[in-house]
Structure formats: C-alpha cells, structure tokens
C-alpha cells in the first residue's frame, strides 16, 4: 500500500473473460522496438526475462520499492513533511452489459447489480469505518466514469442513491482497453491498439491515482520563502533577542500541539476490469 492511498475494487457484471490473465510485467504504458506492420509476439520462456518484447512495462515496473511512483515524492534526501488527505479510491467495474446490441448497455442483471451496490454504498457511510486510521465516518467526494454507455448506466443508477454526490463528466481516460498483448494469448493484437490504449489507460493513471500532497513542489516553495528571507536579511544576519522578549520566553510555557488527524476522502471510479487491473498492477 502506497502512504496516504487505499484503493477498494466491486466487480459487478460477468462476461466471457479473455483466455488466460494479464501478466503483471505486461501492465505499463505503450508497446515499444517494434514497428506499426509487426505483430506483437511474447515466447512463453522470455515473456519474465524480456518483457519489452511485448511492451515498454519494464520502463515503469520494477520489484523494488518506488518511493516516487506519482512523481509527487519529496526531493532525494528529505522527508514528507505533511501527509495531506488519505485518498480512497474506490474501483467499480460495470454491470453485466449485452454483448449482442449496438450499444452494449446494461442488461437486467447488470442493471440490479448496480441498485445492490448504490445500496451498499449508501449504507456504508452510515455506519463508522474501523481501519489502521481508527474511526472514519464514510463521505463520498464524487463519482467519476469513462465515457462508455454501460459505464455510465451504471454510474446513473449509483448517482440516484446518493443525491447528494456529485457525478462528474464521462472521461475517455477512463475508459476500457488493452494495455499489452494477454498473456497466454491465443491470437496477437493489433499493434497500433495496443499503442494507443496502453498510451491512454497510463494518462489516466497519471491522472487520477497520485498522492494529494506534491512533495517536490513543497520543497521547492519553501526553499524558494527561505531564498527570499535571507535575501532581505542579509548573510549572516540574525536578530538579536531583548531582555524583555527572553524574559517573556522563558516565563510562558510552550503550547503542545497534537498532530492533526489527516482528512479521509473516498472517490468512486465507475469504470472496467483492463483499467481496473491497470491501475492495480501499476500502483503495486
């Protein structure tokens, strides 16, 4: 688990998966060293030891830890120093869609499936959450789904029980697609899809799954207020304390202060099981 993030993942429809599994170095962004006309191809004995043959996952994964994953990290040598909001990012995979009809909307179950978690969600945040934080009251921040209509249905039903949340635009970057070729694979994917959908589905990772806090950028403020402090100063100029504010210092106990108990916000992501997979993997 990533400081200050959690995610929560519903799957709710089911459809006929695609044979065998996302392999987890396959899960990056776009497929590189190979030209638009060339298939993708992975042999089943170098698939673990050279994955850029499928895809430049290797770039982005790796098996240590990355403490800078989001790029919001603190600079090399500095510590965090503040936590911000602890994002919840709860992961929702549509209903059960018809695969048959032109538009691929929900079907009946896909429909029910989506009332019984808009119920469930509904009552989560009436009762009081007990985790590693303590005691959190639940409060949704808004309902975010890709652009894809069995998404959105899906989004519609969970936005009609909770009134009160907003539901925002569809968004592509949400939407569903193949980050690399599956793995065992029984036919090859088109190159220039895999391109395009793993260039997107990595944008919208970038997007919505970071730290609330940018450490770097911190840093760099309050480098920049120290800079301009000493600039007015001058070098070496430090200010020299009275009797009477000594005095003052000494007589008035210092106040403790309690660390302040960090805010919780927990974001619903209406959305599909490649992207759901994605993000996972990535963030792992």
């Known amino acids: 688990m990533r400081r200050g993030f959690r995610f929560s993942a519903f ?78 990012l709860i992961l929702v995979r549509h209903g059960q869609y018809d695969l048959e009809g032109e538009e691929r909307g929900l079907t009946d179950l896909g429909r029910r499936q989506s009332e019984k978690l808009a119920q469930r969600l509904s009552a989560e945040r009436q009762l009081t959450k007990k985790d590693r934080y303590g005691e959190v009251r639940i409060q949704y921040a808004g309902i975010w789904v890709s652009n894809v209509t069995r998404a959105i249905q899906t989004a519609q039903i969970l936005a009609a029980h909770l009134p009160d949340v907003p539901l925002m635009e569809p968004d592509v970057l949400l939407s569903e697609g193949k980050p690399t070729q599956p793995h065992p694979s029984s036919s090859a994917s088109r190159l220039a899809d895999l391109w395009e959908d793993s260039a997107r589905m990595e944008a919208g990772f970038r997007k919505y799954v970071h730290r609330e806090v940018d450490h770097k950028r911190l840093a760099e403020k309050e480098k920049k207020k120290k800079k301009e402090q000493e600039s007015k100063l001058g070098d070496g100029y430090v200010p020299e304390a009275t009797p009477e504010a000594h005095r003052e210092e000494k007589e008035t106990p210092k106040e403790v202060k309690e660390p302040k108990e960090p805010e919780h916000v927990y974001e619903i992501y209406v959305c599909h099981m490649n992207l759901i997979r994605y993000f996972a993997a990535r963030i792992e």
Do not use: F, Y
Request: glycine letters at 12%.
């Open 11 to 88: 799957r709710l429809g089911r459809r006929v998966a695609p044979r065998g599994a996302w392999a987890p170095l396959g899960l990056a962004s776009a497929v590189a060293g190979a030209t638009w006309e060339r298939r993708c191809r992975c042999d089943d004995e170098k698939w673990w030891t050279d994955p850029a043959q499928c895809s430049d996952a290797c770039a982005l994964w790796q098996r240590t830890w990355n403490g800078d994953w989001d790029g919001r990290g603190p600079p090399p040598g500095e510590k965090m120093k503040a936590t911000g909001k602890i994002r919840h």
